[in-house]
Every structure is written in structure tokens, then in C-alpha cells.
């Protein structure tokens, strides 16, 4: 706008400057009735030429009306119009235009009231539908846009809403479009930014999911003790059918306790007759061998001055 407006300025100035010289060139300092005549005429030719002049910028379209009819669409780059008997109304953007819109407290499928925030992208495609077949066309699209959301949300349950934007999306996208097409508007695609539902619903849908987790944790505690059983069973079996192993497996097990943990180990009678150990004496010259092995732990150092014990 800035543009058009200082090129008509230059124009209007060239052509009144070059005027008020011919009239100094052909009338002089004196020239009668004739110099303020022509002054004149150089005046309203220059009005009329900045008038005239018109530029539209490569993503505008001027929408021409001749004696109220629609003539023609201008642009982009410099054109003509006839003063008084053209008029243009309407300079059409031709690019991506990005609107937001929402729909407030408006009920799911499963009567839950959220807050819907979305983004529309379209363009205009056909800058005479939008300039004759409808009075503004960027508010009729944000209704449109806004209606459409509400009607999708009406038919939709929470749970969907929340997992299937994408879904949520292209349906709106297809809503929309069919509703702009005849204004020659083009929906490119909808994004819907974020879905807001009441806190005390949040609190039971977390509620909800951590007592999901947990049923799920103790599902797989109880099949990891079902596999360790089976384990377990079969280990038995391996063992009933060959007592030397499980004689073996039995005295390695007693010699990592005792070698780890300390130089006494307590076993039932019964597991050490099943175990085949041996007799309890004999156990127990085992442990305190064991013990022998290991250091004895050093006596801490007395003072000087403490007479010995």
C-alpha cells in the first residue's frame, strides 16, 4: 500500500513539475488568461495519470469493477484503470494465510466438556469468488472453522480425541474445505494444538493409569514366578534321577556360603540327610575348617601410655 501510494505521489509531482515548466517555457511570467488555463489542465492531467497508476505486489490481486461490474482481475506489477468509471475494492492476498480458532466447553460424543485449540492454513484460490460471492471472506472461514470443529467434537469420544488428532485432523481439514470451496478458498490442512479437559477429570485418568501399571507389574510378577516354578520343577527332576549331582550341587552350595558369608552355616537335619552331607559332625569340622582358612581379623594397636591388660 505504502508503495502504490508513493508511486502515485512521484507521478502526480513529474507531471506537475513538467507542466508548470511548459507553461513558463510557452507562456512566460506573463501569460494572460492562458497560463492559469493551462496550470489547470496540468493539475487535473496529473491527478488523473496518479489516479491511473496502480502497482500490485506479486502475491496481490486487484479486483477491477467497471461501473459496478466486475471487469477484471490486475496484478501483479504495474497496471491501468480509467478514474471514476473503474474502482477496485478489493486487493486479494493470494498467499498461505495461517487462523487460529477453539471451541470452548464444547461436549464429546461421551458427554465430557474440553477446550479444543486448532490451527487452519488455507489460501485463496480464486480472488473473484472471494471477492463477489461472499461479504468477508476470512471471518466466514474462522466460523466455518470453528462450527466444523464443534460438530467434530460432538461425534467423537475423549479417548479418540486424545490418541487420534491426526484422525481429528484430516477430518476437519475435509469439513472445512467442502464449506470454502465454492468462495474459491482452498484448505491446504488443520492442526489441532491441544485438547483441555477439566482437572478433576485429569486426576481420575491418572488415577486410572497408575492402577493399569501396577495390575500390569504384578501380572508380570506372577508369570515371572510361574516360569521360575517351572525352572525350579525341572531342576528337580534333573536331580531326583541322578543323586550325585544334587550331592554336588548341595556341597557347592555350602561352600560359597561359607566363603562368602561367614565360618557357620545352619542347615536343617532334614535338608542335610537330603542333601546327603553327611553326619552333623562331619559338617561341622567342615565349617570350622573353612573358618580356619580365613584370617583372623588384627587387634587394634593400645596406647603408649595404657598399661597392658
Known amino acids: ?26 507562456f512566460g511570467p506573463n501569460g494572460g488568461w492562458l497560463g492559469p488555463a493551462f496550470i489547470f489542465v496540468v493539475v487535473l492531467v496529473a491527478a488523473l495519470v496518479a489516479t491511473a497508476l496502480k502497482v500490485a505486489d506479486p502475491w496481490t490481486r486487484a479486483v477491477v469493477l467497471r461501473l459496478g461490474r466486475f471487469h477484471a482481475l490486475r496484478g501483479p506489477g504495474l497496471f491501468f484503470i480509467i478514474p471514476v468509471i473503474d474502482t477496485i475494492p478489493y486487493w486479494i492476498d493470494i498467499r498461505v494465510i495461517t487462523s487460529t480458532f477453539t471451541a470452548e466447553r464444547t461436549l464429546t460424543k461421551d458427554t465430557v466438556p474440553v477446550n479444543v485449540d486448532a490451527v487452519l492454513f488455507w489460501k485463496v484460490v480464486d480472488p473473484m469468488k472471494a ?14 472453522a470453528q462450527t466444523a470443529l464443534r460438530d467434530v467434537i460432538g461425534k467423537t469420544i475423549l479417548a479418540d480425541m486424545l490418541e487420534g488428532r491426526e484422525k481429528i485432523s484430516v477430518e476437519l481439514q475435509r469439513i472445512i474445505d467442502l464449506r470454502t470451496e465454492p468462495w474459491g478458498i482452498n484448505v491446504i490442512s488443520v492442526e489441532v494444538k491441544d485438547v483441555l479437559i477439566p482437572p478433576a477429570l485429569e486426576d481420575a485418568m491418572s488415577m486410572q493409569a497408575q492402577a493399569e501399571r501396577e495390575r500390569q507389574a504384578r501380572v508380570i510378577l506372577g508369570d515371572s514366578e510361574r516360569q521360575i516354578a517351572e525352572k525350579f520343577g525341572e531342576a528337580a527332576a534333573s536331580y531326583a534321577n541322578n543323586p550325585t549331582a544334587l550331592h554336588l550341587r548341595a556341597m557347592n552350595m555350602l561352600y560359597e556360603g561359607l566363603k562368602h558369608n561367614s565360618t557357620i552355616v545352619i542347615v536343617p537335619s532334614t ?10 559332625s562331619g559338617l561341622t569340622a567342615l565349617t570350622m575348617g573353612l573358618g580356619a582358612r580365613q584370617p583372623a581379623p588384627s587387634a587394634p594397636p593400645t596406647a603408649p601410655d595404657e598399661p597392658p591388660a
Not at 535338608?271 to 552333623?280: H, I, K, N, P, T
Open 131 to 144: 471477492a463477489l460471492d461472499v461479504a468477508d471472506y476470512q471471518s466466514a472461514i474462522n466460523w466455518a
Open 1 to 26: 500500500m505504502r508503495q502504490r501510494n508513493a508511486l502515485s505521489t512521484v507521478v502526480f509531482i513529474v507531471i506537475l513539475v513538467a507542466g508548470l515548466g511548459l507553461d513558463f517555457l510557452y
Open 271 to 280: 535338608a542335610a540327610d537330603s542333601m546327603q552331607l553327611g553326619s552333623l
